[in-house]
T-cell receptor, first 111, second 114 residues
């Protein structure tokens, strides 16, 4: 089937720590992949995206690489800040123009 | 700036009293979506419009309806809100031209049912 599995949280880190949030997908073909971020009480914001194998999406110090061989799109950041505290959703686009979301990972960064 | 705007940000309604949430976009996107998001959960797609074509998800209750009078506006109508309908409602848009591009979300409307 078409699904997205992401690392369950919550994840708690200290400021300047390294972040990885794992995301894997099942799909036929080559779906577009996305990371969205949701701050408390807000809608979802697109953080980064990749549309084909080996593409690297990056934004605000976050990166994710589209790995076809492992069907993964893990989110990484070298040095997190308190302001990065939010819920992160991995998602894949489907050919019928719908998004399939992972369950979300709550990240808390402490000073 | 082009964007997706939802009004109101917070809506309180009485149990059983019809309520309408609104969404407008300046992106000129052809697809508009309504999602329901409950606490600590992923957004759940209720329905979407591809241009004027309405597409309902199989598990969306009949209590939820939608209207899209033109490209820019889309409304979510809840005919008889129950306590279980309290949630964040998210509107999103995307431009689909043969392949999927990213969805742009509004700020959401937090619905409380009393």
């Amino acid at each position: 089937g078409n699904s997205v599995t992401q690392m369950e949280g919550p994840v708690t880190l200290s400021e300047e720590a390294f972040l990885t949030i794992n995301c894997t997908y099942t799909a036929t073909g080559y779906p577009s992949l996305f990371w969205y971020v949701q701050y408390p009480g807000e809608g979802l914001q697109l953080l980064l995206k990749a549309t084909k194998a080996d593409d690297k999406g990056s934004n605000k110090g976050f990166e994710a690489t589209y790995r076809k061989e492992t069907t993964s799109f893990h989110l990484e950041k070298g040095s997190v800040q308190v302001s990065d505290s939010a819920v992160y959703f991995c998602a894949r686009g489907r050919s019928n123009y719908k998004l399939t979301f992972g369950k979300g990972t709550l990240l808390t960064v402490n000073p | 700036d082009a964007m997706v705007i939802q009004n109101p940000r917070y809506q309180v309604t009485q149990f059983g009293k019809p309520v309408t949430l609104s969404c407008s976009q300046t992106l000129n996107h052809n697809v508009m979506y309504w999602y329901q998001q409950k606490s600590s959960q992923a957004p759940k797609l209720l329905f979407h419009y591809y241009d004027k074509d309405f597409n309902n998800e199989a598990d969306t209750p009949d209590n939820f309806q939608s209207r899209r009078p033109n490209t820019s506006f889309c409304f979510l109508d809840i005919r008889s809100p129950g306590l279980g309908d309290a949630a964040m409602y998210l509107c999103a848009t995307s431009r689909f031209r043969g392949h999927y591009t990213e969805a742009f979300f509004g700020q959401g409307t937090r619905l409380t049912v009393v």
